[in-house]
Antibody, heavy 126, light 107 residues
Framework: EVHLLESGGGLVQPGGSLRLSCAAS????????MSWVRQAPGKGLEWVSS????????YYADSVKGRFTISRDNSKNMLYLQMNSLRADDTAVYYC???????????????????WGQGTLVTVSS | VIWMTQSPSLVSASTGDRVTISCRMS??????VAWYQQKPGKAPQVLIY???TLQTGVPSRFSGSGSGTDFTLTISRLQSEDFATYYC?????????FGQGTKVEIK
């Protein structure tokens, strides 16, 4: 059974940093691309970043490009999101999500998410 | 950026009703549309991908259709567990984007 568990959220001051982790189980990590999707309080869903199965290709929303870094360690079945220069509008629940296609690549047609973690709340406030 | 217009934003319905949610894209997205259901305090769950493919385990009362720029999620006979918020998503062109959401509430 696929299971995703995020951790690392919390309260951070504007300009600060935070590292989110996502522990994956129940599937071969390297076979699947992974993504982070966030949801501001009371708002809709926003795709944040994706990474290929091997970790060699990464993609970012313009709103986080240059501030966030996605990475993975397939030997540990872990996904990460390093978040720097945090702003108030980064406040959200952050979900890690497994891609539905078993090819490990991130291209058109591969970016739907068939499993999600329970989410971790990041609050950016002074 | 592909702009998405999801409508309506709110549906008031009764169990047994047929519910239709629309998602219109600003350009052709080659059928790469998924639909998600989200209940309060929970993570989204995929219902349909590639416009009309039902995710394993999802009841057959859910169906998807459409092409080009116009896509639809239909719930044929609403059940009590279907009261939730629904999102469409395009995964054809970066940035992948979601619709604004449709809340299905009890009438």
């Amino acid at each position: 059974e696929v299971h995703l568990l995020e951790s690392g959220g919390g309260l951070v001051q504007p300009g600060g940093s935070l590292r989110l982790s996502c522990a994956a189980s129940g599937f071969t990590s390297s076979n699947f691309a992974m993504s982070w999707v966030r949801q501001a309080p009371g708002k809709g869903l926003e795709w944040v970043s994706s990474i290929g199965g091997s970790g060699g290709s990464t993609y970012y929303a313009d709103s986080v490009k240059g501030r966030f870094t996605i990475s993975r360690d397939n030997s540990k079945n872990m996904l990460y999101l390093q978040m720097n220069s945090l702003r108030a509008d980064d406040t959200a629940v952050y979900y890690c999500a497994k891609h539905g296609t078993e090819d490990g690549i991130v291209v058109a047609g591969t970016g739907y998410f068939n499993y999600w973690g329970q989410g971790t709340l990041v609050t950016v406030s002074s | 950026v592909i702009w998405m217009t999801q409508s309506p934003s709110l549906v008031s319905a009764s169990t047994g009703d047929r519910v239709t949610i629309s998602c219109r894209m600003s350009q052709d997205i080659n059928s790469y549309v998924a639909w998600y259901q989200q209940k309060p305090g929970k993570a989204p769950q995929v219902l349909i991908y590639a416009t009309s493919t039902l995710q394993t385990g999802v009841p057959s009362r859910f169906s998807g259709s459409g092409s080009g720029t116009d896509f639809t999620l239909t719930i044929s006979r609403l059940q009590s567990e279907d009261f939730a918020t629904y999102y469409c998503q395009q995964y054809y062109i970066f940035p992948w984007t979601f619709g604004q959401g449709t809340k299905v509430e009890i009438k």
